[in-house]
């Protein structure tokens, strides 16, 4: 007898979320699983300092607040939460959602999953997680457990763990663990799946993205989903709100996990009613000899200042304050190691007020001593107060220098990490590594599709008119998916946007390497672009130090587009 879709939904993209999700998952309509993704690369971080402070910390506090209010509603509806807020100390949140339990007299079983900390194997590292996936979290359920919490795991391990345990997959059955790591892909960011920083937002009410209502999947036993929310909750799910969340954050068409190699180049979108996406026909392969690790640690201290720059001359102010401050920098006991300025000009002629008359000089100073970037630098923007360019004011004086974390990926062999399902009852379950793996390799990049016909009149316009486009970051680098939404349009953006082209769209990315991937069935392009983040969120490098904002950058360049288009 084939089991019954699974209802999943989720109830957090991020350490900060909608503190109110959870009940709105568990209130709104059916569900049969509900996650939570709190780990970010800057979040293992944060709870890295944190239980440097506190070792019995370490995991997401947000998330036993929220329990604290939901728990006995989850238990009621029989929904299992799966969750990997335990961060750095899964076992820590175990016993606290355990205590939590006792005390509100919901008779619930809780179990974990380990294995994942490898920070011993890493001397220097602040933490150093290994990526597990979702047979752990398959084990717990399996042996009766309501609620598995997990440290690092991969984001759609929360999907596939609790799909695993329904259906009765086992390693090997590929095409269904791609098909629920998609779904999992789809639903970790929470409301971006269901219009939440969407490219096309301006044509829908207002009021309708007021409150975007979070995703779920209606997840079948061949791995077949159907992406929907909640009846009468905000915002909207069609094939566009999931092709860009599809785009986030992947590289090449190949996307490699733990348990499965899921096949990007194989997915089918279909809309499937109102707010609903079948997503279709994904293929999976063996996931690679070895498991990815998020490696933090701390790189030294940053420190900034922003300098206003207020109505004539803005460029020769700027010229002044700069020279003013690298002469103080110069002459100080250590210069810091890195010195960025960046400019934007965000004045404009004969304004109105004056903060629209005013345009901002940013310095932002990194070394691994906090001296060099404390004193050193408040100490010589303040002088300047009276004796810089007229109109000299900042936004905030600098303070003494705060620390900066550094992300780097690494890999290890699958043998080397033990992952572990910790039951209910104390049982300690070994979880051994599947035994088929496949290097991963780029797959051929497809035939494009047949070019528009030449010689069509074109217009200067934005590219944004004719692609949507979601950015986001994997340690120092940065991706940019990009969408047509017909035909025609495929045909002109798969053709026209080359990486060249794109470099010379962004000249930010020129010196850098660029890597271009081509999504047929999604009529998208994917560009991978290394360095441009530096060393990573963290670190706070650039403007947008997690490529948010990169693509919506690249949509509002001009170039020629075919008027049959716009």
Known sequence: MTAAPLRIGNASGFYGDRFDAMREMLTGGELDVLTG????????????????????????????????????????????????????????????????????????RVAHVEGDDLTADHPGSLAAHAYLGGFGIAACLREGADIVVTGRVTDAALVTGPAAAHFGWGPGEYDRLAGAVVAGHVLECGAQATGGNYAFF???????????????????????????????????????????????????????????????????????????????????????????????????????????????????????????????????????????????????????????????LRLVVRDPDQAAVGRALSGAAVELALASYPGF?????????????????????????RHVAVLHDGRRLPVPPGDDTLPLRPVEEPALPEPLPPGLPTRRAPLGLVAGARSGDKGGNANIGLWARTDDAWRWLAHTLTTARLRALLPETVDLPVTRHTLPNLRALNFEIVGILGEGVASQARFDPQAKALGEWLRSRHLDVPEILL
């Open 37 to 108: 993704d709190y780990l970010a690369e800057l979040t293992m971080l944060i709870l890295g300092r944190d239980r440097l402070k506190d070792p019995a910390g370490g995991y997401a506090r947000t998330f036993l607040r929220q329990l604290e209010e939901c728990l006995g509603l989850a238990h009621e509806r029989g929904v299992w939460i799966v969750a990997n807020a335990g961060g750095l100390n899964p076992a820590g949140l175990a016993d606290a959602v355990r205590e939590l339990a006792s005390r509100l007299g919901v008779p619930v």
């Open 202 to 360: 301006h044509e829908s009410a207002p009021a309708a993205l007021r409150r975007p209502g979070f995703p779920l999947a209606e997840l079948h036993a061949d791995g077949t989903a159907v992406i929907t929310k909640h009846p009468g909750t905000g915002g909207l799910v069609d094939v566009g709100t999931v092709t860009a969340q599809l785009l986030y954050e992947t590289g090449g068409a190949r996307y490699a996990g733990p348990d499965v190699t899921a096949r990007l180049d194989t997915i089918t979108l279909t809309q499937d009613g109102p707010d609903r996406v079948r997503v279709h026909g994904v293929r999976g392969e063996a996931p690679p000899p070895t498991l990815k690790v998020g490696l933090n640690r701390l790189g030294g201290f940053r420190n900034e200042v922003t300098f206003v720059l207020t109505g004539l001359e803005i460029e020769r102010k700027a010229a002044l304050v700069r020279d003013q401050l690298e002469t103080a920098l110069a002459a100080a006991k250590s210069r810091p190691a890195h010195v960025d300025w960046e400019l934007a000009r965000t004045d404009h002629p004969d304004a109105r007020t004056e903060e629209t008359a005013s345009a901002l």
């Open 393 to 417: 004011h900042v936004l905030a004086p600098p303070g003494k220098g705060a620390p900066y974390g550094v992300f780097e990926a690494a890999h290890v062999g699958r043998d080397a990490v």
